[in-house]
């Protein structure tokens, strides 16, 4: 198991893409290691503040000493209740670094990797109700190769939750080793396994549904000229919010003005930006990030709809 926490993807491309004004309040939805957000507090003067969340309570042993830190122990899809409870009507920037800590995928007992033997759990909130075994054991054929197509793009997802289905007729699936033996995926074939606990995991978390009302609350959160910054590491979530930054809205819904000119809330900073080869040698798990950025227009041109 690895000592390290995270090592966050491109952190001064993110940080300078920002443009974080000292004074400011931001948001980092995705605490983790406390990278991103030790990064932003030195941009900070004692006048500014910065609200970080984590809805993995273990994040919290990464804890900041400083008075203008605040961490919030909640899921990033409550965005709007939380800074409403803080009495925060605007912000001037956001970063969410999407996707799983290190911790998770090297932490064996969390079950998040077919590398270990483990139960079979992949919660990112260790307090939440359904873990990926209940998923396994208890989706239809149908809503499981559902699951395994739209979240794991797995073109045999229907044989492979066949292959599932049948297994656990016989025995309960509890584990990441049965799991993976039910699977019928040959171990050699990595990329498939790894496509399959992907989806699994974004299915247990929701992690589409949260990543949809963060960006809504987002939108409207910030504050002209404040800007957004986002870290994807697969296709699903970066062309939402690809999609997102380009309409200002979630069905991804172009609308044009009497000129032609795109409706949106949004001016693209950085759109799709890869890490180098170099960050990639040093940190092979920065290879399938994507970092975007989009700043809020002024209220003349701010338009959009949810």
Request: aromatic content about 10%; some cysteine; glycine content about 8%.
């Amino acid at each position: 198991m690895s000592d390290v926490y995270h090592i966050p993807a491109m952190l001064s491309e993110t940080i300078k893409g920002l443009n974080i004004k000292p004074e400011g309040t931001y948001v980092d939805v995705t605490f983790g290691g406390g990278g991103h957000s030790r990064a932003i507090l030195k941009e900070l003067r004692n006048d500014g503040h910065l609200f970080s969340f984590d809805q993995d309570i273990d994040a919290l042993q990464n804890a900041i000493d400083d008075p203008r830190w605040t961490f919030v122990h909640g899921n990033f899809r409550f965005l709007r209740n939380w800074m409403d409870y803080y009495g925060i009507g605007y912000i001037d920037g956001l970063l969410s670094d999407l996707g799983v800590s290190f911790h998770h995928f090297d932490c064996p007992e969390r079950g998040f990797s077919f590398r270990f033997p483990a139960p079979l759990d992949m919660r990112m909130n260790q307090t939440a109700g359904r873990t990926a075994a209940d998923i396994v054991n208890g989706y239809s054929e149908d809503e499981l190769a559902r699951v395994l197509w739209l979240y794991g793009e797995m073109k045999n997802s229907r044989l492979v939750a066949k292959n599932i289905c049948r297994a656990r007729s016989q025995k309960a699936i509890e584990r990441t080793e049965e799991l993976v033996a039910a699977s019928r995926i040959p171990a050699e074939m990595s990329k498939e396994l790894a496509r399959l606990f992907q989806a699994l995991r974004i299915e247990v978390n929701d992690e589409m549904g949260a990543l949809r009302e963060m960006l809504l609350a987002a939108r409207d959160l910030l504050r002209p000229g404040g800007r957004i910054a986002i870290l994807t590491y697969h296709s699903l979530e970066d062309r939402l919010v690809k999609n997102f930054f380009r309409s200002g809205n979630l069905e991804g819904t172009i609308e044009k003005d009497f000129y032609g000119n795109i409706l949106t809330p949004f001016t693209l900073i950085e759109k799709g930006r890869e890490a180098s080869p170099e960050e990639v040698a040093a940190n092979p798990r920065a290879r399938s990030a994507k970092l975007r950025i989009a700043e809020k227009k002024l209220p003349s041109t701010n338009l959009g709809r949810s």
